[in-house]
T-cell receptor, first 112, second 113 residues
Framework: QKEVEQNSGPLSVPEGAIASLNCTYSDRGSQSFFWYRQYSGKSPELIMFIYSNGDKEDGRFTAQLNKASQYVSLLIRDSQPSDSATYLCAVTLVDSWGKLQFGAGTQVVVTP | SAVISQKPSRDICQRGTSLTIQCQVDSQVTMMFWYRQQPGQSLTLIATANQGSEATYESGFVIDKFPISRPNLTFSTLTVSNMSPEDSSIYLC??????????FGEGSWLTVV
């Protein structure tokens, strides 16, 4: 069974520190990897996606992908209280672009 | 980026009734999907809405319970039929835009009483 796994948290991070979120996936056919942020009572919003091994940076966010080890991570630098949310990892397969399989999400709490 | 509008945004429904959710996109998109997010859970794909043909359902979801229409490249509907309290969820429309980026609508929050 294809699975996407995340630690549910909560992950408590001091303001200004780096938050590190991890996600593992079971299907080696997974092609692209997405990170969404979901505030309570809101729909998911796309942070970034990655499909090549290595790092991809976008502002305070860095996604890291290691296909050999089947994990993808998200780093949030200079964490702010507004980053407090649930972060969802999602993957899509080569033959089903657009169809996302989600992990359970990691709750992040940034403390002032 | 695609702008997605969903209606209704929230509703409280009586058990045994049906509700149709609309998803309108401001541009033509090739792919549209419907997801469900049950309380405290992550998102689960219900089906792919195919333009001009029957939707493709994921395991555990059936057309009789979740009929879907997609008459054109900018609009789709999801009906939740014969609702029970277990259907209380957020229902989200998702699209793939011309840049192959995946976006979600704001969601429709349904409570079945």
């Amino acid at each position: 069974q294809k699975e996407v796994e995340q630690n549910s948290g909560p992950l408590s991070v001091p303001e200004g520190a780096i938050a590190s979120l991890n996600c593992t996936y079971s299907d080696r056919g997974s092609q692209s990897f997405f990170w969404y942020r979901q505030y309570s009572g809101k729909s998911p919003e796309l942070i970034m996606f990655i499909y090549s091994n290595g790092d991809k940076e976008d502002g305070r966010f860095t996604a890291q992908l290691n296909k050999a080890s089947q994990y993808v991570s998200l780093l949030i630098r200079d964490s702010q209280p507004s980053d407090s949310a649930t972060y969802l990892c999602a993957v899509t397969l080569v033959d089903s672009w657009g169809k996302l399989q989600f992990g359970a999400g990691t709750q992040v709490v940034v403390t002032p | 980026s695609a702008v997605i509008s969903q209606k209704p945004s929230r509703d409280i429904c009586q058990r045994g009734t049906s509700l149709t959710i609309q998803c309108q996109v401001d541009s033509q998109v090739t792919m549209m999907f419907w997801y469900r997010q049950q309380p405290g859970q992550s998102l689960t794909l219900i089906a792919t809405a195919n333009q001009g043909s029957e939707a493709t359902y994921e395991s555990g979801f059936v057309i009789d319970k979740f009929p879907i229409s997609r008459p054109n490249l900018t609009f789709s509907t999801l009906t939740v039929s014969n609702m029970s309290p277990e259907d209380s969820s957020i229902y989200l429309c998702s699209v793939v835009d011309s840049g192959n980026t995946i976006y979600f609508g704001e969601g429709s929050w349904l409570t079945v009483v």
